[in-house]
């Protein structure tokens, strides 16, 4: 029983430890701006062509409208240091709308526009105000202008779902986990349709076909070895090999599902090796009795009541590569790609791997985001041990 409390202790200072840092993350704060969309600030004419409004300056557009927001201002270092609080995606913001809808050139909107990291940080108290202007993330100056948004209603938040449609960026306000999440999607994917088969055909094999012999013996305790190597060798397996003898791409889903299929293969074959001795001979006896034959015996009876053990051991052996990034390090896995990967041979990142990049990144912004991303990949793994359970409990039968 004390070892029982110390660990769920130990799991529950954790878990709450993660989800306090990283649940603002979730939610992004914004500052209403009234935007004047002038077409001579925007040198255009009312009717613009699609082609002219794309050659725009926004940022000049963005500026200006400050300048016009904060007439006070006008010292040089003092207008950079307002445009600072705003997130560098401001002027991305004002193109998306006017080529949204044209009609805006020439009229008058306010527009929410995202704070940056560290306006945010200050906003959700995750970064301390009440400190020295040399060790704060905002100066004095920007401290009284987000006062003054505050105080006249122009501080808001909103719902951040480009945390998980957005790649990574080098600003944390504008960093998500869309790529990361599909270079998971598509890791998992070429690990399942490569383990799984080669997993459950191996199993077939030494659980029935296999003699009895010392070759058998000894496929079956390297079997038994090998779900005990560390991860990182089958890193060093897939660049030796994989990388380096066949030349495939770097970086890829590809190669890092053929790493985490390597990988994740003993679990497979042990738990579906599990499967089989599980059936009761009474199966077999009965179905040979019937006048089947030993591979309708195996493939019509013994394999489809084994199946749902199999797919227990899968799905635990997928959760498993799920969470692994040395094999990933290993392969090239940890460059900064931008782009969200639409296919297995583009270049792409995992889930672990981002977490790892961000946790080591010096930016403050991103210790949010590495708490989050933790989160993320928790509810992944909760709900693939979940979705492992439930098939048991389904499909599980009691001989």
């Given amino acids: 029983m004390t ?20 649940y603002s993350a979730f939610w992004r ?41 904060f007439p006070e201002v006008t010292a040089r ?26 009609g805006l050139v ?29 060790r704060r993330v905002i100066s004095d100056q920007q401290l009284r202008w987000l006062d003054r948004f505050d105080e006249s209603g122009l501080l808001g938040s909103r719902f951040n779902s ?20 599909a270079g998971s999607a598509l890791l998992l994917l070429v690990t399942l349709l490569l383990s799984f088969p080669v997993g459950v055909a191996a199993a077939v094999y030494l659980e029935e076909y296999a ?38 791409p770097r970086g890829t889903p590809l190669v890092g599902g053929i790493v985490l299929s390597l990988m994740t293969l003993p679990t497979i074959i042990i738990a579906s090796r599990a499967a089989l001795k599980a059936v009761p001979p ?20 013994v394999l489809p009541l084994a199946m749902p ?38 270049q792409a990142s995992a889930l672990p791997v981002q977490i790892y990049l961000w946790a080591e990144s010096s930016e403050r912004g991103y210790v949010e985001l590495t708490a989050a991303a933790i989160m993320v990949i928790l509810v992944f793994l909760v709900a693939m041990n979940l979705l492992a359970v439930l098939l048991r409990k389904k499909f599980e039968r009691r001989w």
């Fill in 106 to 134: 020439g009229a008058r909107q306010v527009v929410s526009v995202l704070a940056s990291s560290s306006v945010d940080m200050i906003t959700k108290g995750n970064a301390p105000r009440d400190i020295d202007e040399a």
């Fill in 211 to 248: 003699p009895q012999n010392r070759l058998s013996e000894i496929i079956e305790v390297n079997i038994n070895n090998l779900a005990a190597v560390p991860s990182i060798i089958f890193g060093l397996l897939g660049l030796a090999v994989v990388l380096n003898f066949f030349g495939l």
């Fill in 282 to 301: 009474s199966i077999r006896d009965g179905a040979l009795a019937m006048g089947a034959s030993p591979m309708q015996v195996m493939f019509h009876h």
């Fill in 77 to 102: 270092a003092d207008r950079r240091e307002l445009a600072q609080m705003f997130s560098e995606s401001a002027p991305d913001l004002l193109r998306e709308m006017v080529l949204a809808d044209p």
């Fill in 3 to 22: 070892g029982v409390v110390l660990a769920l202790a130990a799991v529950s200072f954790l878990l709450v430890t993660i989800f306090s840092s990283g």
């Fill in 162 to 181: 480009d945390f998980f449609t957005s790649g990574p960026s080098r600003s944390p306000e504008l960093a998500g986990l869309g790529g990361a999440i």
């Fill in 29 to 69: 704060t914004e500052i209403a701006l009234t935007i004047e969309f002038d077409p001579k600030l925007m040198k255009v004419e009312p009717d613009a062509t699609f082609d002219q409004l794309q050659q725009v300056n926004y940022l000049a557009l963005f500026r200006k409208n400050l300048e016009r927001a």
């Fill in 309 to 346: 053990g199999m797919l227990t051991g899968t799905i635990i052996g997928l959760a498993q590569a799920l969470g692994e990034t040395a094999p990933l390090l290993m392969i090239g896995m940890f460059a900064f790609v931008a782009d969200i990967p639409g296919s297995i041979l583009d």
